[in-house]
């Protein structure tokens, strides 16, 4: 299972948000491409980047700090938050992103996210699958909709999207434990899946028990920021 470790960004800033409340922001570090150079210094091979402003503002705003990131390490970075536009999508690419996460617009543009699959290739591409309940949330998980996440994952998947990450907003930064049985049924109906598992890690323990049920990956972000598991934990999964 690949460790994915994750860097939100507001103003430029590593910071991490409870349940992505704004309002419960805390800022960890000054520089995110010293924050990237210590994971990559410590063997991790990938970044999970989103830009909070870019996604509060409905464009990418952050995209210098990619830029930064992708040219001062060797990471393979995936980039989420405001891409709404196909301008947007360019913009993360060129600055060095080797995937585009989406999550709303392939919700709510469903259309326009096939395209962006039929121009730039669906592995080009990380779908992002917010729950609550089994039911799919956008726009900064305020809405929930009556899409059901096996239907949302298997239409995709039926379309090329390789790689899934799925986040339980009702787990998402409390140091709880992640969703294990949500994410059990999902590589159950879907075992070819190259799943990631986001959301609730609080330790090694949690890392473990995602191994075992099947995750390809797992994203990490508070459990390592507030210090329940190291750098060095982290490259050893």
């Given at each position: 299972m690949q460790i994915i470790p994750a860097i939100d960004i507001i103003?430029?800033?590593?910071?991490?948000?409870?349940?992505?409340?704004y309002a419960q922001k805390k800022v960890y570090n000054e520089d995110p491409l010293e924050v990237a150079k210590a994971f990559e210094g410590a063997g991790l091979q990938r970044l999970h980047l989103v830009?909070?402003?870019?996604?509060?503002?409905?464009?990418?705003?952050?995209?210098?700090?990619?830029?930064?990131?992708?040219?001062?390490?060797?990471l393979v970075i995936d980039f989420g938050g405001g891409i709404k536009m196909e301008k947007d999508l360019q913009i993360v690419f060129n600055s060095g992103a080797a995937l585009a996460t989406i999550g709303s617009m392939a919700v709510r543009q469903p259309e326009v996210m096939e395209q962006w699959m039929r121009t730039y290739g669906p592995g080009k591409f990380l779908l992002g699958a917010d729950v609550k309940g089994e039911k799919i949330a956008v726009g900064g998980?305020?809405?929930?909709?009556?899409?059901?996440?096996?239907?949302?994952?298997?239409?995709?998947?039926?379309?090329?999207?390789?790689?899934?990450?799925?986040?339980?907003?009702?787990?998402?930064?409390?140091?709880?434990?992640?969703?294990?049985d949500l994410y059990t049924k999902i590589l159950e109906r879907f075992p070819d899946l190259w799943f990631i598992a986001s959301g609730g890690v609080s330790?090694?323990?949690?890392?473990?028990?995602?191994?075992?049920?099947?995750?390809k990956g797992a994203i990490v972000g508070k459990a390592f920021y507030e210090g329940h598991i190291t750098l060095k934990e982290l490259a050893a999964c």
């Open positions: 103003d430029g800033k590593c910071v991490r948000l409870t349940q992505g409340d830009d909070l402003d870019g996604a509060k503002a409905g464009a990418v705003a952050n995209w210098k700090v990619l830029e930064r990131i992708a040219g001062g390490t060797h998980w305020l809405e929930t909709t009556d899409t059901d996440v096996f239907d949302f994952i298997g239409g995709y998947k039926a379309k090329g999207i390789q790689q899934v990450f799925c986040t339980d907003v009702s787990k998402d930064g409390l140091l709880q434990g992640p969703s294990i330790g090694l323990a949690d890392l473990e028990r995602l191994r075992d049920i099947g995750c």
